[in-house]
């Protein structure tokens, strides 16, 4: 298991960025595929981003794609979601997770957790 710890959430204007960041502890971070996960308020929480630990390899839901760049700093146990042009529609806690899964968009694949960061984007 690792240990997720968001940050970087925060208010911005539509149009502007921001880049959340999720800092692991624990043991064999570069095992595990990672993603980004948000929920609304008073919705389910959504698939937004994914990478994998062997290659890289990216996934990102339609409503973010070419908007939003997942990465990783496998040196840094750390991994990033640049959020660029964003829209009101973004509003929402985003939550880091792990998973021992290839790359997954599912929520029952991903084992560990964030406590999640808020994203506030106003008009």
């Known amino acids: 298991q690792v240990q997720l710890v968001e940050s970087g959430g925060g208010l911005v204007q539509a149009g502007g960025s921001l880049r959340l960041s999720c800092a692991a502890s624990?043991?064999?971070?570069?095992?595990?595929?990672m993603g980004w996960f948000r929920q609304a308020a008073g919705q389910e929480r959504e698939f937004v981003a994914a990478i994998s630990w062997r290659s890289g390899t990216t996934n990102y839901a339609d409503s973010v794609k070419s908007r939003f760049t997942i990465s990783r700093d496998n040196a840094k146990s750390t991994v990033y979601l640049q959020m660029n042009s964003l829209q009101t529609d973004d509003t929402a806690v985003y939550y880091c997770a792990a998973s021992r899964a290839a790359i997954s968009q599912s929520r029952i694949s991903y084992t560990s957790w964030g406590q999640g960061t808020q994203v506030t984007v106003s008009s």
């Open positions: 624990g043991r064999a971070f570069i095992t595990y595929s």
